[in-house]
């Protein structure tokens, strides 16, 4: 391979990366809206389908809310019935907060033409393939997340 062609490989995949965060942020902004919810709503949703449980100082450190502004939050998705609030068994004073039994499924149809549309793509590379697909994503997160701990130290 020609450095020429290297360098050009390399641009085609930091430009597909670009792109890549572009749309997927541009389909969670029209997801947000189209559940009638905003982008900081289901950074919060996806936050506690990952992690189970949290409380509402973990949901505001993670969207980068205020206390009030994440309390006003939580009360828009307790109202949409997509979490519950629940009291700490370790601080009698503090709330716990869980997705609602019901949200997983609700949430769970309405990315189901894309997890099927992921589902087709990702099915149609090799294993070996994969193997990159998955090193690449992989690496790229850490990278991210990296970077983010960079900026937060500053």
Not at 69 to 89: F, H, Q, S, V, W
Not at 123 to 143: C, G, P, Q, T
Request: charged share 30%; net charge positive.
């Amino acid at each position: 391979m020609t450095k020429s062609t290297k360098t050009e490989l390399k641009n085609r995949a930091l430009a597909a990366v670009r792109e890549y965060n572009i749309h997927l942020t541009q389909f969670r902004n029209a997801m947000s809206e189209w559940a009638g919810l905003n982008a900081t709503d289901m950074e919060c949703l996806r936050l506690l389908f990952q992690k189970g449980i949290a409380t509402p100082t973990e949901l505001a450190r993670h969207t980068g809310l205020t206390s009030g502004a994440t309390t006003a939050m939580l009360d828009r998705l307790e109202k949409a019935g997509l979490i519950e609030r629940r009291p700490n068994p370790n601080d009698r004073r503090g709330t716990l907060i869980a997705p609602e039994k019901s949200s997983a499924e609700k949430m769970a149809s309405w990315f189901e033409s894309a997890r099927q549309a992921q589902d087709r793509l990702i099915s149609s590379y090799s294993e070996s393939e994969l193997e990159i697909i998955a090193d690449v994503f992989e690496r790229f997160a850490k990278l991210w997340d990296d970077e983010r701990r960079k900026v937060q130290k500053e």
